[in-house]
Nanobody, 122 residues
Framework: QVQLVESGGGLVQAGGSLRLSCAASGRTFSDYVMGWFRQAPGKEREFVGRISWSGGRTYYADSVKGRFTISRDNDKNTVDLQMNSLKPEDTAVYHC???????????????WGQGTQVTVSS
């Protein structure tokens, strides 16, 4: 089992920045690819970005590429999502998740945090 807890959400104006953090406990953190996903009201959960086991490879959805950055610290068992130039359409609940696979597909992520709300006002 892997337990994940997100923090750092909040309300921000368009163009602003937020940094989300996800703290992991349980099994060996570096055994897992870490992903960030988001879900807006009435919409399906969507992929935001993911980072490989050692942190050497990242991949982002086109909608956030160039604005969001994922990083991880395997010594501290944390993964962060730095969000810049935020837009109202970024408003959603953001979840971190863990997978054994280097994937963007929701169903391959076995462990999920409870989520943190990000609201971007126009």
């Amino acid at each position: 089992q892997v337990q994940l807890v997100e923090s750092g959400g909040g309300l921000v104006q368009a163009g602003g920045s937020l940094r989300l953090s996800c703290a992991a406990s349980g099994r060996t953190f570096s055994d897992y690819v870490m992903g960030w996903f988001r879900q807006a009201p009435g919409k399906e959960r969507e992929f935001v970005g993911r980072i490989s086991w050692s942190g050497g490879r990242t991949y982002y959805a086109d909608s956030v590429k160039g604005r969001f950055t994922i990083s991880r610290d395997n010594d501290k068992n944390t993964v962060d999502l730095q969000m810049n130039s935020l837009k109202p359409e970024d408003t959603a609940v953001y979840h971190c998740a863990a997978s054994r696979l280097l994937t963007t597909i929701v169903r391959y992520y076995a462990y999920w945090g409870q989520g943190t709300q990000v609201t971007v006002s126009s």
